[in-house]
């Protein structure tokens, strides 16, 4: 059970969105919304369904990930009303609704039906969801420019939500710990899952994405999705994105370790993590993000340079000449909350020098963002940079002995305030 003061956050956030939404539909020209929670559809061929974890608006609201064949209406001046789907089922276990005070703000309805509930009297209808789901209901299905402003809704959280967000870095955090020790123990990647699923208590089909888990040359496959199940001869460094969801909020954390007597690449490591401490400072309102992941190349040339792995540029001529990306080819990060990526974070397309990056806003308070400067040795990226006229400037004898450590990110879940900015990992790692 969750701390009171959590609880009564829940309450007031339930508030928040209901006169959000209102506004929202009435902008829009609709008096209600009906929202479904989804379902997992089975996969081709077979008869086993996919794992399911619920639809970001009705998360937004519930937070509850596993109810599936669930629908939230929204009225206006009236109370939510939550149908639940708990079929007789002796297959299956039914989720039970935990006893929690924020359920006093709904019209709570359970139903053995997988139907939508009973919508007469309703005028001016929007239904929002999987199309597949939506089959023959009144209203209109996922109208574009509502859709949009409801992810707006979305943009500034609330108390509650970054008191989720804080506990699902707190947990996350355990999590990480027990992976960097099982990797210095010597756990292959296959085993350091398992130690940051047992100190995190959460089976890796619950977390909001599959963990990244890349010893040596693994950690320069970005999504790196797969595990080793016997460990290196040496373990030279680990990679390890991975986060938890708490009460539908995810957190999203990634560090770099370097294996014993690795000193060059631990060197890159702390000088990475000295840059990403710069960068989250860089967090406030009225900041162009786009601004961060700039500064974030300049900030990979100067450590370039330090290390003797690119000489005779300036870090603006390597920036300029492409040289940065192809050692930071992502972006600095993106929006966070009941989505790993969550929406409305691209209003405007990514420029053609960061086309991966997934949030082009000017932040403002109640903003969630992630911070994650990367520096990797990508076989297929810097190829081309070596057998090119800028290949001279490049220190083939150092990449070469760093090649085999893959790469490095270090990235952070902030909070932008009134003034600045939060850092909830940083939080969570003390």
């Known amino acids: 059970m969750p701390d009171t003061d959590l609880l009564a956050l829940q309450t007031d956030h339930v508030g928040i969105l209901q006169s959000r939404y209102e506004q929202v539909l009435e902008d829009h020209g609709y008096d209600s919304l009906l929202i479904s929670s989804g379902a997992a559809p089975l996969r081709f061929g077979d008869d086993q369904s996919w794992h399911f974890q619920g639809y970001g608006p ?28 708990q079929p007789v089922d002796f297959w299956h276990a039914s989720l039970e609704l935990p006893q929690e005070p924020w359920l006093a703000e709904f019209d709570i309805r359970f139903s ?54 804080a506990q699902a870095n707190r947990l996350a955090m355990a999590g990480h710990r027990s992976a960097r020790d099982a990797f210095l123990a010597g756990a292959s990647e296959f085993e350091i899952n398992l130690a940051f699923q047992r100190a995190t208590q959460q089976r890796e089909a619950d977390a909001p994405y599959h963990s990244i888990i890349g010893v040596n040359e693994h950690a320069g496959t970005l999504h790196y999705q797969y595990y ?8 030279r460094s680990l990679l390890i994105d991975a986060g938890v969801r708490y009460r539908g909020y995810c957190s999203d954390i990634t560090r770099t370790t370097a294996g014993v007597g690795e000193g060059r690449f631990a060197a890159l490591v702390q000088g990475l993590e000295q840059l990403q401490f710069r960068l989250c400072k860089m967090v406030a309102p009225g900041v162009d993000y786009l601004d961060i992941h700039r500064k974030t190349h300049l900030g990979i040339a100067a450590l370039l340079g330090a290390a003797g792995l690119v000489s005779d540029l300036s870090d603006k001529e390597m920036v300029a000449e492409g040289v940065t990306r192809a050692f930071f080819p992502h972006g600095i990060g993106h929006f966070l909350g009941v989505q790993v990526h969550d929406v409305a974070g691209k209003p405007v ?28 040795f990508i076989p297929s990226l810097l190829e081309p940079l070596l057998s090119g006229p800028l290949g001279r400037h490049i220190n083939q004898a150092l990449l070469d002995e760093l090649q085999g450590c893959g790469g490095i990110r270090i990235e952070d879940n902030v909070v932008v305030t009134d003034s600045g900015y939060r850092n909830l990992t940083r939080e969570a790692e003390a």
């Open 58 to 85: 009705f998360l937004h609201w519930t937070g509850l990930t596993g109810f599936e064949h669930a629908w939230l209406l929204i009225r206006k001046g009236r109370k939510p009303l939550l149908s639940l789907h």
């Open 112 to 165: 053995e039906s997988r139907s939508a509930p009973e919508l007469g009297g309703l005028s001016e209808l929007a239904v929002i969801g999987d199309p597949s789901l939506l089959a023959d209901l009144p209203g209109d299905e996922n109208p574009g420019a509502l859709c949009a402003a409801l992810d707006e809704t979305r943009v500034h959280k609330t108390a509650y939500e970054i008191a989720c967000l």
């Open 228 to 235: 080793d199940t016997a460990a290196p001869a040496k373990s």
């Open 349 to 376: 397309p990514s420029p053609a020098d960061a086309p991966f990056l997934r949030l082009m806003r000017t932040l403002e308070p109640g903003m969630v963002v992630t911070i994650e400067p990367g520096l990797y």
